[in-house]
């Protein structure tokens, strides 16, 4: 159901509905959750289930908001932005193309890494692409849904989206160490990390509104960055 949601994602995406691409990510992001949430309270574990929950994510997390921001950023630069014009290669469109092509390279190359890494069992090295994929759509959902200029104007900056799919990309292959949200207990000690995570989510959203969704992958990150203190 993963793959399912990140194919037709896809396929929404390069017919301009970006929104509803958006949406599919996410229902993408729940199946992957109850996969792995229904494989630890089965116990039903194995090597296939784990080799095709990475060639799901490459699609749902790597290929599919690589394509959503593409669409965004042809979309708002229409023209200067596209891969072809009048039926000839558009060298600016070959440029335009690469920061995005990295996405989805990155994220195969972290996903292959990730299945033969033993040390990333209680957290992780890198941004997950489930987490990269959050970053995309939820720079979707804050434009749309808050009247806030600032993520508006974000989501129709080429020169934005490049930045963004290239600092997405090099954090998804980067050593830094970034929580996990599989926990074993509620309690405080252990737990700081996820607590300082959910409360600081919590204030971006009272203080932005919708716009605090674009927030959630930064603070993510800091969250992780200063969990490592305690």
Known sequence: MNLIAG???IICAVNGEILIASWLILTAM????????????LKAYSDLGKELDSLADQVSFGVAPAIVLYELITTSDRGSSELF?????NPQGVLMLIPVIMMPVCAGLRLAKFNIDTT?????????????ALAVISLVFAARFTTQPFFDNLAGSPVALSVISVVLSI??????PLLSLKTTSLKLKGNEGR?????LVLISLIVFGAGGIALIIPVYIIASLVSRLF
């Open 120 to 132: 990333q069992t209680t957290s992780f090295k890198g941004l997950p692409t489930p987490a990269n």
């Open 30 to 41: 729940i199946f992957d959750f109850l996969d792995g949430f229904s494989a630890r309270l």
């Open 171 to 176: 954090l998804m292959v980067t050593r830094i």
């Open 85 to 89: 014009s009048s039926g000839t290669l």
């Open 195 to 199: 607590y300082l995570l959910a409360g």
């Open 7 to 9: 194919f037709i994602s």
